[in-house]
């Protein structure tokens, strides 16, 4: 499962940009993962500039603001 | 604002302004939005331009250019420093102004402009896109529009919301830290490119001077990279290494999508521009100049299908695209490739090659003919880029 750090997130829209399944949804300074449409493929992941998403192998997601 | 527009306008940055402006100037109805509470805020970019790349559409302004720049510096992995003098003037920008100005250029061509206006959907009549969702002040609400132009950014959802498909591969994707640090005292005339394995691989360093030995130091590296580490922790280690007591004023991550433009810009009713669509110069990740292009060209395409009464001529904008810089963006993207895999002993020997030349012969062509020396299959590449028209 990815997770999003929100309180480390600067919502510059590089993983929504790389994301294939349109999984992302960022709106002015709040983002979310659209669980639904997330592959857990990962992308986002290794794109973040400064490490706000994870793979999160235990499934723990921490909530988004 | 009214519930019906002639053309909509998603995103208030250059692309945007200008496909707004442009638009407007042709005597038709527009209305632009854009997401975040100010126009031009936050910043997200290096906010370097060549002149010759925005006085096409803009006169130099002293209240939004930060410094004047006339020389470039390439800087090789075993820190030897190669000076270029630039062929064209460029300019650091204070791009909250500048972004301003262009809104302002497009409210005066007659644009309507909302802020704090979160798009979340388009609205379609058959397969047409008719318009758009938009949530304003937690309030929301459909507009009605002949032409949607998306210009949303590297975070485009709205093109994908009308069919086309926007996002970019990871490894094409240059993940972006910028900090904007003082006491940095370089020449504040001068450009700083670093290049190498230890310092961006698959991508560079860039410090741009503001002035007042105030500077943008970021960099850029592709997914394959932030695979194993991230943008973040190479800048730091840059940081750490040369300016260990900067104070820091401001830091910002972004994409840049360092890669052609997408296939297709252009849907029934939806045309994409800036970096919604991908039109950054691959090479060197600026994407000012050319989004302001794209954006102009759509703006004046769409006011010209709204006062022809066809909405299919909305196409003409991809092939007009293509022919002023999307071939273009092609070449620069084959350069880069080359580039990009270049070894820390490639970029050293060129560098030791350049500064044999003496600075005053160290003209563009020169030191293309030594890159080319180190990599002859660059070569017919860099050839089409002097060849076509």
């Known amino acids: 499962m990815i997770e999003i750090l929100p309180d480390k997130c600067d919502f510059c829209g590089c993983c929504v940009g790389v994301c294939p399944e349109d999984a992302i949804e960022l709106k002015e300074a709040n983002i979310k993962i659209i669980e639904e449409l997330c592959t857990n493929c990962n992308k986002c992941v290794w794109s973040c500039p400064i490490e706000v998403l994870k793979f999160n192998r235990n499934g723990v997601k921490v909530e988004n603001k | ?389």
């Not at chain 2, 250059?14 to 442009?22: C, D, E, I, L, N």
């Not at chain 2, 970019?45 to 790349?53: D, F, H, L, N, T």
């Not at chain 2, 006011?303 to 003409?316: F, V």
């Open chain 2, 1 to 389: 604002m009214k519930n019906q527009y002639d053309i909509i306008v998603v995103g208030a940055g250059p692309s945007g302004s200008m496909a707004a402006r442009f638009a407007a100037e042709k005597g038709v109805s527009v209305l632009m939005l854009e997401k975040d509470r100010d126009v031009g805020y936050p910043v997200r970019c290096g906010e370097a331009v060549s002149e010759a790349g925005i006085t096409e559409f803009i006169e130099i302004d002293k209240r939004w250019i930060s410094t004047e720049i006339n020389n470039f510096s390439f800087i090789a992995p075993d820190k030897s420093e190669v000076i270029l003098p630039l062929p064209d003037r460029g300019y650091i920008l204070e791009r909250k102004i500048f972004d301003y100005a262009l809104a302002e250029s497009a409210a005066k061509a007659g644009a309507e402009i909302q802020t704090r206006a979160y798009v979340y959907d388009l609205i379609f009549d058959g397969n047409n896109v008719s318009g758009v969702k938009v949530e304003i002040g937690g309030e929301q609400k459909e507009i009605k529009a002949k032409i949607v132009i998306a210009a949303d950014g590297v975070e485009s959802r709205v093109g994908r919301w009308g069919g086309l498909k926007t996002y970019t591969d990871f490894r094409e994707m240059e993940s972006g830290v910028q900090v904007t640090a003082s006491n940095i005292p370089v020449n504040q005339n001068t450009i700083y490119f670093y290049f190498g394995e230890k310092v961006a691989p698959e991508g560079y360093l860039w410090v741009f001077p503001k002035g007042n030995n105030l500077a943008n130091i970021g960099l850029g590296v592709s997914g394959m990279i932030g695979k194993k580490k991230s943008a973040l922790v190479y800048l730091n280690e840059f940081m750490e290494e040369h300016y260990p007591d900067a104070p820091i004023l401001t830091r910002v991550a972004g994409g840049i999508p360092c890669t052609v433009t997408l296939d297709r810009i252009v849907t029934d009713g939806l045309m994409l521009v800036g970096d919604a669509a991908r039109q950054i110069n691959p090479l060197s990740g600026g994407g000012i100049a050319s989004g302001m292009i794209g954006g102009s060209i759509a703006g004046k395409v769409a006011g010209e299908a709204i006062k022809k009464n066809d909405l299919s001529y909305i196409y003409q904008y991809e092939k007009d695209w293509n022919n002023r810089l999307g071939k273009r963006h092609k070449t620069f993207d084959n350069i880069k490739n080359g580039i990009f895999h270049f070894s820390d002993d490639k970029f050293n020997s060129i560098a030791k090659s350049i500064l044999k030349v003496p600075i005053e012969k160290r003209t563009l062509g020169n030191i293309f003919k030594i890159a080319l020396f180190n990599n002859p299959s660059l070569l017919l590449d860099v050839a089409k880029v002097f060849f076509q028209k």
